[in-house]
């Protein structure tokens, strides 16, 4: 099946700083990635939708002036969480969608700690 | 609205017993797609299968099953047999038609295999 990877796959910061991550499709193109986020012991909510060339579509209570989404190119999209907080520490997992099967794929996940 | 209910959070079973996830989703679309996940310990979702509204058909792969009966809105996953690396979290999720957008997923049942 087709490949999505991210980097980094863990990350520490401090409070305050920004992070970025990036979700990128290695063998196919997508127009659309999608972000989810996890916290511990839960199910994956989506956050955004994120779309080449055009802005991202921010679920209900999603702060979209906090997670940046750029999806500059058919093969990275990346999210910023900016200025975080310990209440962002999560699993963030990226899914690209790949329209010839019509089929998402997932990336491994970013685990952000925010201390 | 979409909705995906796995009403059990966490199922224990010693090893070569068999085990069913029961899974129920609202959707007010007729053609749709379900799916089943594995999140072992690592966070990294594997996908395990996908069905569209349109078949009904139980499928079966190795020790995995699935039952699907639009009659009770039910999307089961069997494994027969047990085995400790079964061990992980199971996700049922379901999208709309087209190109899988705006995937929800259940809040997940967590699996412990005990030899």
Redesign the interface.
């Given at each position: 099946?087709a490949v999505v990877s991210q980097h980094p796959s863990r990350v520490i910061c401090k409070s305050g700083t920004s992070v970025k991550i990036e979700c990128r499709s290695l063998d196919f193109q997508a127009t659309?990635m999608?972000w989810y986020r996890q916290f511990p012991?839960?199910?994956?909510?989506?956050m955004a939708?994120s779309n080449e060339g055009s802005k991202a579509t921010y679920e209900q209570g999603v702060e979209k002036d906090k997670f940046l989404i750029n999806h500059a190119s058919l093969t990275l999209s990346t999210l910023t969480v900016t200025s975080a907080h310990p209440e962002d520490s999560s699993?963030y997992?990226c899914?690209a969608?790949d329209?010839g099967p019509?089929?998402?794929?997932?990336g491994?996940?970013t685990?952000l700690t925010v201390l | 609205a979409q909705k995906v209910t796995q009403a059990q959070t966490e199922i224990s079973v010693v090893e070569k017993e068999d085990v069913t996830l029961d899974c129920v989703y609202e959707t007010r679309d007729t053609t749709y797609y379900l799916f089943w996940?594995k999140q072992p310990p690592?966070?990294?979702?594997v996908?395990l299968i996908?069905r569209n509204s349109f078949d009904e058909q139980n499928e079966i792969s190795g020790r995995y099953s699935w039952n699907f009966q639009k009659s009770t809105s039910s999307f089961n996953f069997t494994i027969t047999a047990s085995q400790v690396v079964d061990s992980a979290v199971y996700?049922c999720a379901l999208?709309r038609f087209?190109?899988?957008?705006?995937?929800?997923?259940?809040?997940?049942t967590?699996l412990t295999v005990k030899p």
């Open positions: 099946g659309t999608f012991k839960q199910s994956l909510m989506l939708t699993f997992i899914s969608l329209r019509g089929e998402q794929f997932f491994p996940g685990r | 996940y690592s966070g990294e979702l996908f996908r996700f999208s087209y190109n899988n957008n705006d995937m929800r997923f259940g809040a997940g967590r």
